[in-house]
């Protein structure tokens, strides 16, 4: 089993920055790989960024590209997103997730077996 905790998340202005957190502990942490997702209200949960276990390898959304970062501490076992020049529409929770089966970079929903509760990422517009 694996648990994973968000934090990070809160109210920020339009241009603003955030650096989102995931904590796991449980089972190795390190040979799998994560990523984030996002729901905004009323809307269906949607990829934002995937990392390799290693870290060699990221995968972004097309919405953050540029201004979003995933990086990963295995020693630390710890997930992180840099989230830079905030808008209004990236105003969602944000969820950490972790694919047991596979160690590549990937965007479906459906192979992440592990998720966390997530963080409230809010901009006003």
């Known amino acids: 089993q694996v648990q994973l905790a968000e934090s990070g998340g809160g109210w920020v202005q339009t241009g603003g920055s955030l650096r989102l957190s995931c904590a796991a502990s449980?089972?190795?942490?390190?040979?799998?790989?994560m990523a984030w997702f996002s729901q905004a209200p009323g809307k269906e949960r949607e990829f934002v960024a995937s990392?390799?276990?290693?870290?060699?390898?990221?995968i972004y959304a097309d919405s953050v590209k540029g201004r979003c970062t995933i990086s990963r501490d295995n020693a630390k076992k710890t997930l992180s997103l840099q989230m830079s020049s905030l808008k209004p529409e990236d105003t969602a929770v944000y969820y950490c997730?972790?694919?047991?089966?596979?160690?590549?970079?990937?965007?479906?929903?459906?192979?992440?077996?592990?998720w966390g509760q997530g963080t409230q990422v809010t901009v006003p517009s």
């Open positions: 997730a972790l694919d047991e089966d596979l160690r590549v970079a990937h965007v479906q929903q459906s192979g992440y077996e592990y």
């Open positions: 449980g089972r190795t942490f390190s040979s799998y790989a």
């Open positions: 990392i390799s276990w290693n870290g060699g390898n990221t």
